[in-house]
């Protein structure tokens, strides 16, 4: 990860894991962080988060659908089967 270390990173990891906690109940662990290819399959939900300041640039949180759903149904209370806008604006 050329230019990147856990300074700039674990920021996103850490908010992500609380939030996942506070919001949907959801205990996660955070894995080895790693730069992925951008090329992401049809059934992803994929968040892209723009970086100004004094580093700039671009990180992406990605999940397949199903997770994303599940993610949703817990935040909304509600049974998501399908990504729509709703569901896609409680999970971003």
């Given at each position: 990860?050329?230019?990147?270390?856990?300074?700039?990173?674990?920021?996103?990891?850490?908010?992500?894991?609380?939030?996942?906690?506070?919001?949907?109940?959801?205990?996660?662990?955070?894995?080895?962080p790693?730069?992925?290819?951008?090329?992401?399959?049809e059934?992803?939900?994929?968040?892209?988060?723009?970086?100004?300041?004094?580093?700039?640039?671009?990180?992406?949180?990605?999940?397949p659908?199903?997770?994303?759903?599940?993610?949703?149904?817990?935040?909304?209370?509600?049974?998501?089967?399908?990504?729509?806008?709703?569901?896609?604006?409680?999970?971003?």
């Open positions: 990860m050329a230019g990147l270390n856990a300074e700039h990173i674990n920021p996103f990891l850490i908010a992500a894991t609380k939030i996942l906690k506070d919001m949907c109940f959801v205990d996660v662990k955070i894995g080895k790693y730069v992925k290819d951008t090329d992401f399959t059934d992803t939900l994929v968040i892209m988060i723009g970086i100004t300041g004094e580093i700039r640039g671009q990180a992406m949180i990605a999940f659908n199903m997770v994303a759903c599940d993610i949703a149904s817990k935040m909304i209370m509600m049974p998501i089967t399908q990504l729509d806008e709703l569901s896609t604006s409680a999970v971003c």
